[in-house]
């Protein structure tokens, strides 16, 4: 997984970071019709994420989003995750 991130001062004690973040793997496509989870092969899958994440002294607030797909009669939903950093 690579990511480019760009940060931004907004205040003293404030940051705001936006970037990408890309990635590949390995899956097994057990999704096939006609083809059983033992005969499943795996597939290559390359994506990109985009990533925001604000910075308030030592908490932050970040966020991804994974964007919405279809690959034959399989599609997804795109969803936000969001998450809470605390540097200690």
Same mark, same amino acid.
């Given at each position: 997984? =690579?990511?480019?991130?760009?940060?931004?001062?907004?205040? =003293?004690?404030?940051?705001?970071?936006?970037?990408?973040?890309?990635?590949?793997?390995?899956?097994?496509?057990?999704?096939?019709?006609?083809?059983?989870?033992?005969?499943?092969?795996?597939?290559?899958?390359?994506?990109?994420?985009?990533?925001?994440?604000?910075?308030?002294?030592?908490?932050?607030?970040?966020?991804?989003?994974?964007?919405?797909?279809?690959?034959?009669?399989?599609?997804?939903?795109?969803?936000?995750?969001?998450?809470?950093?605390?540097?200690?």
């Amino acid at each position: 997984m =690579k990511s480019i991130i760009v940060l931004f001062k907004v205040s =003293k004690n404030t940051d705001f970071s936006v970037g990408i973040a890309s990635f590949t793997m390995w899956k097994k496509d057990n999704f096939k019709i006609g083809v059983s989870e033992d005969e499943a092969t795996y597939d290559l899958v390359i994506g990109a994420l985009p990533l925001a994440s604000v910075y308030y002294k030592d908490f932050s607030v970040n966020f991804a989003y994974v964007p919405s797909a279809s690959y034959e009669q399989i599609e997804s939903v795109g969803f936000f995750v969001v998450y809470f950093g605390w540097k200690l």
